[in-house]
């Protein structure tokens, strides 16, 4: 279910950049064991949000045929090849149109597609889910936007026919203990808990800090239990930073 995040965020401009280069990543990826002196959630950088106008579709479909990594940041996600060029970014702004159009590509089938109603506290939500992965859209009411345009989360460490690897920047995937990620970025744990959600990496600040959260008000990347199965899930966006219902 999707959940609604409280704060004020203009409607970003989304953009699909599918036929850029970039340097190779240079993020820490796991070991093991934890690294303290990269334990606190980072600062992404900031991500293109124009498209290259000139980009033909014959460019698009050769770089959408050369992703082989995705990971998952806190306002978008990265398209990576094998040697970890950046070939492109979709932001969670963008419509659930495009998502559903390079998904389909990238799985090599269509989402099924179910809708849950809205309620007195919540807007309605249009699933769209492939084995792996679920993009979750809901449609919320008016001028007021609580949250990004769409949420994703992902069950599967690797998608698609073309077993696509996902990942968070420090390499961990859907499947891996929560503990070691609780215990890599220094975020606490719970044992006796049935549910858990580990903040991995957050973005830049969206709004004033509250005083009573020791997050940044940021959208963020988290590690967490899935609703239908005992593995862990990556989820993004979700700000640790306000309140929530």
Not at 120 to 149: C, I, R
Not at 151 to 161: N, R
Not at 195 to 218: K, L, M, T
Request: net charge negative.
């Amino acid at each position: 279910m999707r959940r609604m995040i409280h704060a004020a965020a203009g409607a970003m401009a989304a953009s699909v950049l599918l036929a850029g280069c970039a340097a190779p990543d240079s993020s820490p990826r796991p070991t093991g064991k934890p690294d303290t002196s990269t334990s606190a959630p980072s600062l992404p950088p900031t991500p293109t949000s124009a498209a290259t106008p000139e980009s033909s579709g014959d460019e698009q479909s050769w770089a959408r045929a050369s992703i082989t990594q995705i990971i998952v940041r806190p306002e978008l996600l990265q398209m990576k090849d094998k040697n970890g060029v950046e070939l492109g970014t979709i932001s969670y702004d963008a419509t659930a149109d495009m998502f559903v159009d390079l998904f389909t590509d990238l799985m090599g089938a269509a989402p099924t597609v179910t809708e849950t109603p809205g309620g007195h506290e919540w807007s309605p939500v249009t699933h769209y889910a492939w084995d792996g992965f679920e993009l979750q859209d809901d449609h919320e009411q008016g001028d007021y936007k609580a949250d990004m345009n769409v949420s994703v989360m992902f069950t599967e460490p690797e998608l698609g026919p073309r077993h696509i690897t996902v990942s968070t920047i420090q390499g961990f995937k859907p499947g891996d203990d929560l503990r070691w990620l609780a215990k890599y970025m220094d975020e606490p744990f719970q044992e006796d808990s049935a549910f858990h959600q580990i903040q991995a990496e957050h973005g830049p600040p969206i709004g004033e800090q509250s005083p009573h959260y020791v997050y940044s008000n940021s959208h963020s990347v988290t590690g967490q239990t899935t609703q239908t199965s005992d593995q862990s899930g990556i989820f993004a966006p979700w700000n640790f930073g306000i309140g929530h219902v």
